[in-house]
């Protein structure tokens, strides 16, 4: 186990052995600095996500996708504008130019839903960002993609069940409406709590449930 101490350096303690050992902070910093690389390629592979970036004209000048999460981007993708190689983005081309411009810091779209090749529907959120050089000038485009199917379908599924339960809920209170109307003491759609007595529909007396 491996706990960092502010200020104190690291201690490691040993699985099994009650020996510590103390290192100073430089050398322990340098211990477990690893390939800055690899770590962005582990982030993009575990959270699947995907980048291109363009040229100030919107044209994808590179991309990283190892998760083929965007798969326009292999298809031909560097060279051509990015609003042709994504479909969706057909349309926002003006906003887009925004952020190049620099009058825009940035644009997000939170669910986008497509096909896959399974037949099954992928939900992806995007972020646009204006891409900078070294001396912070805004050179181009930084386009962002993450799978989020997981969360979009279990959206999706909790808007169906919201649905389903209004529906429910009106079927109850039409049928609660036929039953009072009818002369008969209807109990559909009356919550619990309200169970205990009900008034009624003809002389308004209280009469126990």
Do not use: W
């Not at 099994?16 to 322990?28: C, I, Y």
């Not at 997981?150 to 529906?167: P, Y």
């Amino acid at each position: 186990m491996l706990k960092r101490e502010l200020l104190t350096g690291i201690t490691i303690m040993h699985k099994d052995s009650p020996r510590r050992v103390q290192l100073d902070p430089v050398r322990a910093v340098g211990a477990i600095t690893t390939d800055p690389n690899i770590v962005a390629q582990t982030i993009l592979q575990e959270c699947q996500i995907a980048y291109a970036f363009t040229d100030c004209s919107l044209r994808i000048v590179g991309v990283n996708d190892p998760q083929n999460v965007v798969p326009e981007y292999h298809h031909n993708g560097l060279g051509r504008l990015l609003t042709e190689t994504v479909p969706e983005l057909k349309g926002y081309e003006e906003t887009l130019i925004h952020i190049v411009t620099g009058d825009l810091a940035h644009f997000q779209i939170s669910r986008i839903s497509r096909a896959r090749s399974d037949d099954q529907i992928a939900y992806l959120a995007m972020l646009f960002l204006p891409y900078r050089d070294q001396a912070g000038r805004i050179v181009g485009l930084l386009h962002i993609v993450q799978d989020v199917t997981e969360v979009g379908s279990l959206e999706q599924e909790l808007t169906r069940r919201g649905h389903e339960l209004l529906l429910a809920c009106d079927q109850l209170a039409q049928q609660n409406a036929r039953l009072t109307a009818s002369g008969s003491l209807g109990f559909c759609g009356v919550p619990p709590i309200c169970r205990g007595m009900v008034y009624s529909a003809k002389n308004q007396e209280r009469l126990p449930c």
